[in-house]
């Protein structure tokens, strides 16, 4: 699945835990990123997806973690959303069809820093925007199930295309800026 996007690293680590899909760690235009793909079959009349997330690992100065999770069916298990506890008001502007939630508001970055990075969910495949103080992590739908595999034998089956450099150098890209916007003096 990553074969085509070694090439974008400096570095990189790639490895397998028992039926789990690989896991790419290495560095990117000097930040340290991880790469997994997780299979999302839960939900009821639903195809099932496939999952990149996108993690950006680093320190961010503010102490509080920011969620935004766009069209929440409440079975997001690779989301930490569900278990903040403070759930805030969506801005305008913003994807009204989400959960904004932190575990301490007043800790957490502003919106305003962040208002220019949620164009990212311009594109439906666009899931979520995580902000922690150790990271950022973007998560994107990178393939449907296949719909007559699953309809028949209600077994997932992904077969798209392996991911692209061009889609996993743009998602890298994006946690990038918002990570450097973060870090700015005065922010």
Not at 18 to 34: I, K, Q
Not at 90 to 108: E, F, T
Request: glycine letters at 6%; aromatic letters at 10%.
């Amino acid at each position: 699945m990553f074969d085509s996007c070694i090439g974008l690293f400096d570095s990189y680590r790639l490895s397998q835990d028992s039926v789990y899909f690989p896991v790419l760690e290495g560095r990117y235009r000097g930040y340290g990123v991880r790469i997994e793909l997780i299979a999302d079959h839960i939900a009821v009349r639903k195809l099932p997806s496939l999952w990149l997330t996108v993690t950006l690992r680093g320190t961010v100065r503010y102490g509080g973690v920011l969620d935004l999770l766009v069209r929440p069916l409440n079975v997001e298990f690779f989301s930490p959303s569900a278990l903040l506890e403070a759930r805030l008001s969506v801005p305008p502007g913003w994807p009204q069809d989400a959960w904004l939630r932190s575990d301490r508001p007043d800790a957490m970055p502003p919106l305003e820093y962040i208002e220019p990075h949620v164009r990212f969910f311009h594109d439906p495949r666009a899931k979520e925007l995580l902000i922690t103080p150790r990271g950022i992590r973007l998560v994107y739908q990178a393939q449907e199930g296949v719909r007559a595999h699953y309809q028949v034998l209600r077994q997932v089956e992904f077969a798209g295309p392996p991911l692209s450099p061009r889609l996993l150098g743009s998602l890298m890209d994006r946690a990038i800026a918002l990570y450097e916007d973060l870090k700015q003096e005065g922010h």
